[in-house]
């Protein structure tokens, strides 16, 4: 075979690949999200270190943690807003996302903020926020069964068809 004129055939096709994976300890934290719209932290038996996104172990003192129920509402640490994103969120740009350090938490967790005026001054640090939920019928027991919303916008965002409010 002459190599230089050689010349590939290609052919554009798609692999669908169907997996399921586990989410492990933090199960529970999905479950009753998905289930019962609880958020879920976990608080050291040692230190008492109140851990959201929640740890199995502390990651101060390696001690073994116990489930605690996190208050829906919380304040804004650090923000941003999103503009481009994979295909799953693009029908959502732009949007918020933010570290949030829930009341009573002493971490924070990387969550979306949705605000019906997102301009900076809505999603800046010290921003106080509340979670608003997916319909029971749509929650997969995925973070994005939930996002933030800034505390005087709440009563409009579950009153939308689409959302609820927590306990
Ligand atoms: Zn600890």
Not at 12 to 41: A, C, H, P, W
Not at 75 to 95: D, G, L, N
Not at 149 to 161: F, G, L, M, R
Request: proline share 4%.
């Amino acid at each position: 075979m002459n190599e230089q004129n050689f010349q590939s055939h290609e052919i554009r096709d798609r692999i669908v690949i169907q997996y399921k994976y586990t989410m492990g300890g933090q199960s529970k934290f999905f479950l009753e999200l998905m289930n019962n719209k609880k958020i879920l932290g976990t608080k050291c038996k040692k230190c008492g270190k109140v851990w959201m996104p929640p740890r199995i172990n502390c990651s101060e003192c390696f001690a073994d943690t116990d489930w605690v129920e996190m208050p829906h509402t919380g304040i804004i640490k650090v923000s941003t807003i999103v503009w481009y994103t994979t295909s799953a969120f693009i029908q959502s740009v732009p949007y918020g996302i933010a570290f949030i350090q829930l009341d009573k938490a002493d971490t924070g967790m990387l969550q979306g903020i949705f605000s019906e005026n997102l301009v900076p001054s809505k999603v800046k640090k010290g921003q106080r926020v509340k979670a608003v939920f997916k319909k029971k019928e749509d929650r997969e027991g995925k973070m994005t069964d939930f996002f933030f919303v800034p505390e005087d916008e709440y009563d409009s965002w579950i009153a939308k068809p689409q959302y609820e409010g927590g306990s």
